[in-house]
């Protein structure tokens, strides 16, 4: 019923020749987190970031919310998110304000330059599915960049192809085959290389020893054949300690982590440590 109450509301309208869905709700509530994130636009991109996802905190952590629509759409649902989503839209919000905008216009814009393939929606396949591919274009287009270095000490050989092997787990793929060789396609330039990573061990030490800081996208690197991390989130230094802002499955909501990074992972033996991007 409320995902029924929420079709019913939702608008779809075309922004530079790409159409996009949203609610009225939803693009109020955007609308006033700019007005609000504007008044700290002189502070850096990566505060930012954390200002923006610190207002969607409590925001319930919903699965899927890009995936509802048979054609692919520009989907802005900032009162429901996941893991990527929160982390999408909190960075461009952050982005439309140094951009020296506060407008649901260029929010878009923004948002649609990081979840696609050149920015563009033509289809299911040009939406960036994996964190590489999503860290590669937001490098091309000088958003992002990938840390490395020493503390980064632990490899990850890459070869992704969990989408085109597994079909049967995305709607879009169930429904349309040949999707699924669009997917592998884009899948082959991040087939057997090697990525650098920061193994979980190191993250028990503090902001000085650590190679992080405030505000950095933080991803956490997978040994499930075919992928490459899990799960996102974005670092907060706490007490000295990394904890991560995140939509939490586990707590349905966003949140910031109780648990230190380094606690957060312990238990966990797919995941072995972390990728680190800073907002540029």
Known sequence: MRYALLFLTLFATRL????????????????????QLEKSRNKKSAQLLVDAGTMLLGTPYVAGTLDREKEEKLTINISEVDCTTFVEQ??????????????????????RTLRYRSGSVRSYYDRLHYFSQWVKEGEKNGILKEQSGKA???????????????????????????????IATHEIPFRNITIPYLPKEKLNNGPKQLPIRNGDIIALVT??????????????????????MHASYKEKKVIIDTQSLHDYLAPRKSAPGIRVVRVK
């Open 223 to 244: 040994t499930i054949k075919g992928l490459d991390v899990t799960h996102m989130g974005i670092a907060y230094w706490k007490k000295g300690k990394l904890h991560l």
């Open 90 to 111: 909190s960075l461009a919000l952050a982005m439309t304000v140094t951009q020296g905008k506060k407008d649901f216009r260029t929010f878009c814009n923004n948002l």
């Open 16 to 35: 530079c020749g790409q159409e996009i869905c949203y609610t009225p709700t939803d693009s109020a509530k955007i609308c006033n987190m700019l007005a």
């Open 152 to 182: 980064f000490s632990s490899c990850q050989n890459l070869s992704l192809c969990f989408m085109s092997k597994n079909p049967d787990k995305y709607m879009q793929l169930k429904e349309d085959s040949t999707l699924t060789a669009n």
